[in-house]
C-alpha cells in the first residue's frame, strides 16, 4: 500500500523554525519529484517546494524562497522541508507529494499525498 506520511509540525512563534518530514512506503520515493503543498482555512491549496528524483534541481514559490529548504534522502526514502524565519501567513496544513513542472507550472498530489501536518505560527 502507497502511503505518504507527514510529520514536525507544531507551534511555533513568529521568526521561529521547524523542520518537516515526509516518509514513503510502498513505492521506491527516488523514483519520483517530491514536494509540499499547504493550504489554510479559507485558502486555496498553494504549492511550496518541489525537488527532482535525484536532488539536483529544487523549485520554492516566491514567499519560501530564501526561508525554506527542500532536501531528500533517496536512502532512507524520506523528503524534508526546513522552514525558517516563520510568518504567521506560512499557517497553514503542510502535505508533502509528488510533483512536476510542465510548461512552467507545477502541480502537486497528481498520483500520491500524505494527510498533513499542522503547522502555526503565532506570537
Known amino acids: 500500500q502507497v502511503q505518504l506520511v507527514e510529520s514536525g509540525g507544531g507551534l511555533v512563534q513568529p521568526g521561529g523554525s521547524l523542520r518537516l518530514s515526509c516518509a514513503a512506503s510502498?513505492?521506491?520515493?527516488?523514483?519520483?519529484?517530491i514536494g509540499w503543498f499547504r493550504q489554510a482555512p479559507g485558502r486555496e491549496r498553494e504549492g511550496v517546494s518541489c525537488?527532482?528524483?535525484?536532488?539536483?534541481?529544487?523549485y520554492y514559490t516566491d514567499s519560501a524562497r530564501g526561508r525554506f529548504t527542500i532536501s531528500r534522502d533517496n536512502a532512507k526514502n524520506t523528503v524534508f522541508l526546513q522552514m525558517n524565519s516563520l510568518k504567521p501567513e506560512d499557517t497553514a496544513v503542510y502535505y508533502c507529494?509528488?510533483?512536476?513542472?510542465?510548461?512552467?507550472?507545477?502541480?502537486?498530489?497528481?498520483?500520491?499525498w500524505g494527510k498533513g501536518t499542522l503547522v502555526t505560527v503565532s506570537s
Open positions: 507529494a509528488d510533483c512536476t513542472v510542465v510548461a512552467g507550472t507545477y502541480y502537486y498530489g497528481m498520483d500520491y
Open positions: 510502498g513505492f521506491t520515493l527516488d523514483y519520483y519529484a
Open positions: 525537488i527532482s528524483n535525484s536532488g539536483g534541481s529544487t
